[in-house]
Structures are given as C-alpha cells and as structure tokens.
C-alpha cells in the first residue's frame, strides 16, 4: 500500500489479519496479568487474616507488604530473564512458557497452607509475569506499522487494567463466599492456560527476530571460525545485556528509561497497592460493606486505567512520546492527593480513584510504546524487560516500606503523599529520550 492510499485509509484498515492477531493474543496475556495481579491486591487482606494467627492481625499491613513486595521482586527477576530469552529462541515461544507457567502457579496459590507459603508462591507467579510483558510488547512493535505502533502497543498495555477490572468485578461476588473466597479468585488463574493452544496455531513469529536470529548465527559462525568481524558482528555476538552498555547512545538511552521507569514503578507499588484497604476503611467507618466498596473503587479505578492506557498510545501517536509522557506523569503526581487527602465523601471517592486511574495506571502505556523503538532487534526485547523490570529490585521496597509507615503513621494519606514525590523524577527525565513518534525501528 503506497503512503497516499494509507493515508486516505483509516488505520485499523490498514492492518493484516495475523497483526489483529499477535494483538489480540498480547492484550490477552497481559489480561490475564493484570487479572492476577489485582487479585492479590483484592485478596491478599482476607488472606492473610485466613493465615495468620490472631495475635498477629495488628501488623497485617506490614504482612501484606512484604507479599507484594516478594510478588515485585520475582517479576523484576522473571521480567529480565524472560526478555533475554526471547531475544535468543523468539517472542512466540517465550510467550508460550510464560502464560503456561503463571497459570499454574496462580492455581497453586489457592493451596496456600501460610503465609510463607502464600509469599513463596507469589514470588515464583511474578517470575512468570514478568516474563510475559516484554515479550508481548517487542512482538507488537516488531509486526505494526509505525504509523500505528502507539495505538497497537496501547491497546495491548490495556489488557492489565481489563485484567483489573475483571478481578474487581469478580471479586464482589466471590468475596460473599467467606473466609475461603480467595482461594477460589486464585483457582480462576488456571484458565490462560487454555490461550496457550491459541498461541502456538494462530501466532506467527516476528519476521524481524527471525532476520536477527539469522544474522546472529551467521556473525556466531564466523567469530567461531576466527574471521575478523565487522561492528555488527561484533554487536550480534555479545550478550544482550552487555549489549545495553557497549555503545555510548544506547547506554544513556538505558540509563534514562531505567529512571523513568522507576519512577513511575516505585510510586505506583507504593501509592497503589493501598487503594483497596484505604476504601475499606473509610467504607467501614461509614459502617458499609467493605469488601463490596473495595469491588466499586477497584472497578471505578480500573476502568478510568483502561481509558488511560488506550488514551496515552493515541495520544502519542498524534501528538508525540515525550509531550504525552510528561502530562502523564504531572497528571499522577497531582491526582494522588484528591484520592487520598481531599476527598472525603464515599462516592466522590469512586470518581476520584478512576481519574486517579486515568494517570496512574494509564501511564504505564509508555513504555510498550516507547521502549522497542529505542533498541535495535538484537536486544529489543532484553532492553525493553531491562527499563520495564530491573527497577522492580529496588521498588520491590517501596510496599514494603509503605506498609511499615502506615502502621507507624497510622493511616494510609502520609505514605502514599511521600511516594507520590516520585512522579516528579519521571516528569524532569521524560524530555531527555529521543522522540520516536513515526520513525522506524533500530535493525
């Protein structure tokens, strides 16, 4: 198709059948994601009175932040294997072992006997997790046009906050269930099971990634041989991480998304994770059912996140990465505190956490959108896990942190304020990273 008869074409006409696809089975794999993961947010308060003994219940917060932070710190590791081993067997097959890992683990999570228990298998479910998203978002940038990649990568990152609301709405009808409830939420995890058949029939494998795996071959022969090798050959041999480092651009372009992603990571494991106790205990003092105001506020939250996600990658698409990002990260900062300190009336919370949604959540649509267009194929799917996962080795301290301040402050605004902070570092890195709005990607 030339680029004038693009042009008079809507986009989504634009599109093959196998790039629908390869969206449909990545928005899938991360709503399963986002499904389990808002699970444990929903869950992990009755669980932990299910496992604990009752002298232990005064320090629940700080129980529940040391299992999110376990969870967070498995993903970290997970997410920055997982992107090394697709950038060496595939982003198909990659996919493939991580949905078919998760589902199982979660499922396992049900049979939890501890909380020791509990926190061990959390922490082997997020390793599974994590080796999902960079896989998915390298897949979608590799197989869109460019012209479409911040639509396609958007609506893909939409399917943790579909995943949200799904474990939300599920959530307030199986919490009625008693104390047990939270097993069967974990129990549901099993089904992307079923999306991995899917996958290995109806996926096709990224043309780019084969071209580089060839051309990885073809340099690995040759320095086996002991021929001299070009820059490229060089390149194509070392291994992905140190690839990251190597050349001067590259290393600042991972030193830059590193901090942005840690920023947006860090705040939002410390501010979000207390969304659904917070609502529980203003919906308690107004002696309303608590669990059935944490499903309310985590659907209303969810659904202002999936407007978000999809918002951010069209918006991107129009108007550029960089602009788009920093508004995000301004609209973060400032809706925290209309969430946790000015806003009083139950209801009015509800409108306040889907805003707070729109930007918070919203916000991590950046980085499917953003970060395949930094690296070349090579090491694409290694440096989009690197920026997205490794700050999770240092956020992984942000819940557990905030739980520890919000027994010690006693109450939820102050730490989520203090946290909130960190959007600011997110705002002043934005507008160092090259703008990448239509161009292609690096080979």
Known sequence: MTDTTAGSVPWYRTLAPSQWRALIATNLGWLFDGFETYALFLTVGPAMHSLLDKSQYPHIPAYIGTVVAITLLGWGIGGLCGGIIADYIGRKRTMIYAILAYSILTGLTALSFSWISFALLRFLVGIAIGSEWATGSSMMAELWPKEARGRGASLMQCGF??????????????????????????????????????????????????????????????????????????????????????EAEIRRRTILVFLLSFSTTLAWWGISSWISPFIASVAAKDHLPPQQWVSYA????????????????????????????????????????????????????????????FFTL?????????????????????????????????????????????VQFGGFSRAAMMFACIYILGFVVAPFLPETKGKPLPA
Do not use: C
């Not at 090798?229 to 992905?240: G, I, K, M, P, Q």
């Not at 990465?321 to 946790?340: D, E, I, N, Q």
């Open 161 to 246: 906050g579909i995943g949200f609301f799904i474990a939300s709405l599920l959530w307030l009808f199986m919490s009625t269930f008693g104390p047990d409830a939270w097993r069967y939420m974990f129990l549901v995890g099993i089904l992307p099971a079923l999306l991995v058949l899917w996958i290995r029939t109806s996926i096709d494998e990224s043309p780019a990634w084969r071209h580089s795996d060839a051309r990885r071959r073809e340099a690995r022969q040759r320095k086996e041989s002991g021929a001299a090798l070009s820059t490229e050959d060089a390149a194509l041999n070392r291994f992905t991480i140190a690839d990251l480092f190597a």
């Open 298 to 357: 985590g659907m209303a939250y969810n659904l202002g996140g999936i407007i978000g996600y999809i918002a951010l990658g069209f918006f991107a698409d129009s108007f550029g990465r960089k602009p788009v990002v920093m508004l995000y990260f301004a609209g973060a900062f400032l809706l925290t505190p209309v969430l946790y300190l000015w806003t009083h009336d139950i209801n009015l919370l509800l409108v306040a956490a889907l805003v707070n949604g």
């Open 362 to 406: 919203g916000i991590y649509s950046w980085m499917p959108v953003w970060l395949p267009e930094l690296y070349p194929t090579r090491s694409r799917a290694t440096g989009t896990a690197f920026a997205f996962n490794a700050p999770r080795f240092v956020a992984f301290l942000g819940p557990l942190f905030a739980g520890a301040l919000i």
